[in-house]
């Protein structure tokens, strides 16, 4: 059997330094916070490995080793892209609900959780307890001082949490408006709280650096990263996750088990965590993604999506009873997302005839942040002075986007 070179695994000078995505000629996907379309460099890297595919952390021989090698290196290859800690844990998740629902799982008992009621779905539910859920703010300096005052309150009298734990997006999945991540650490930890990072949408727009940022746990998906097979990642501090039970409990997560019903020694890492055969071909397609991201010019990744969200929004703006849904101010930092509402026109139906006779995919709903979406749509009412649908549309870009799509957009919108 020949021997094979896996692009996350070669010297960096060799990866592909202007990643591109698959898709379906003809095909418009503008969809892309749902379900980013896979990277070129993720489908090679899976096709290199499946001859030799075999099980991980089990077996002496060579495909077993192989596969365990390429899934230990997939794991440092992800934390190197997140700026992990030398003392951080990379654990394999399904996404970053998966991952996010693992973090609360380990909190210890009694911890106080601080979100904000514009968080998705996967970063309000899985909290234990009765977590703190603070207003949506109107600008990215008040969600600063509202969590500082939050915290200052709860370190307040005798009967403060030993354990806080501010849980935030990256970016929100409803607007794409990004969120002051260093800022909010810096308040956090002023006041002894730890601080996780939902990244699920910015990872795939700007670099996310655990270290630079300060910030204790990142959560990311997988198949929001160009990186499709159900992978995802939470990376973090270590001690919190040694001291809890496992998430779940199987092969894998044992150091020894005895005879007795509870004579079980689990392993401390992210073995820990990682229970059963673990899912190799998300691990190497999201290393491999993060590898090619890595050594692309992401400042001009950055640049090109700002000129398309820039002709997106004017477009968008230029059609009557279209209105988009924002919580901060029209001009904050945003990654490539946008939501808005046709005036008099269901969302459902305007997705499904924009699917159907224009060959574009977006999406309709409240996109998994429900509390956020209904609010941010009756603001939008009151401010345009229009009946707008309980419902909104999203369009998303990334990787492989062009003016095209969103000029294919607009006038189908027209």
Avoid at 70 to 83: I, K, N, S, W
Avoid at 98 to 112: I, K, W, Y
Avoid at 250 to 260: K, P, Y
Avoid at 320 to 349: H, M, N
Wanted: contains cysteine.
């Amino acid at each position: 059997m020949s021997t094979i070179t896996l692009p996350f695994l070669a010297d960096v000078d060799a990866v592909e330094t202007a990643p591109t995505v698959l898709g379906v000629p003809g095909q418009i996907n503008l969809d892309y916070a749902a379900t980013a379309p896979c990277a070129t460099a993720a489908a090679e890297a899976v096709n290199a490995i499946l001859p030799w595919y075999a099980s991980v952390h089990r077996g002496a021989g060579a495909l077993s080793q192989r596969c365990t090698l390429a899934y230990e290196r997939a794991r440092q290859t992800v934390g190197d892209f997140l700026g992990a800690r030398a003392e951080d844990h990379v654990i394999f998740t399904r996404n970053t609900t998966d991952a996010l629902n693992l973090l609360a799982a380990v909190l210890p008992a009694g911890t106080t959780v601080v979100t904000f009621g514009g968080e998705h779905h996967a970063n309000l539910l899985p909290w234990p307890g009765n977590p703190l859920r603070l207003p949506v703010p109107a600008s990215p300096a008040e969600a600063v001082r509202t969590l500082s005052a939050a915290l200052a309150e709860l370190r307040r009298g005798t009967n403060a949490p030993e354990h806080i734990l501010v849980a935030v997006t990256g970016a929100s999945n409803v607007t794409g408006e990004v969120w002051p991540i260093a800022e909010l650490a810096r308040i956090a930890h002023l006041h002894g709280a730890r601080i996780a990072l939902d990244a699920a949408q910015l990872a795939p727009h700007l670099p996310v650096d655990i270290t630079a940022l300060d910030v204790d746990y990142v959560a990311i998906s997988g198949h929001k990263l160009y990186a499709p097979f159900g992978a995802g990642v939470l990376a973090g501090r270590g001690d919190w996750l040694d001291a809890a039970d496992p998430y779940l409990r199987g092969g894998g997560a044992t150091a020894r088990v005895g005879a007795g019903t509870h004579d079980v020694i689990w392993n401390t890492g992210p073995a820990r965590h990682e229970a059963g055969t673990p899912n190799l071909l998300g691990a190497v397609a999201l290393a491999a993604v993060c590898a090619a991201l890595q050594v692309a010019d992401r400042d001009a990744l950055r640049a090109a999506e700002e000129r398309l969200v820039t002709r997106l929004r004017d477009g968008l703006a230029s059609i009557p009873g279209v209105v988009e849904l924002r919580t901060f101010d029209r001009d904050a930092e945003r990654v490539g997302i946008v939501s808005f509402a046709v005036a008099g026109r269901d969302s459902s139906a305007v997705a499904t005839e924009l699917g159907r006779e224009h060959n574009i995919g977006v999406r309709d709903g409240l996109f998994c942040a429900h509390p956020l979406a209904k609010r941010l749509l009756t603001e939008a009412s009151a401010r345009s002075g229009l009946s707008l649908p309980p419902t909104a549309l999203r369009v998303s870009v990334g990787l492989g986007s062009t003016e095209a799509d969103v000029d294919a957009l607009i006038n189908a919108l027209r």
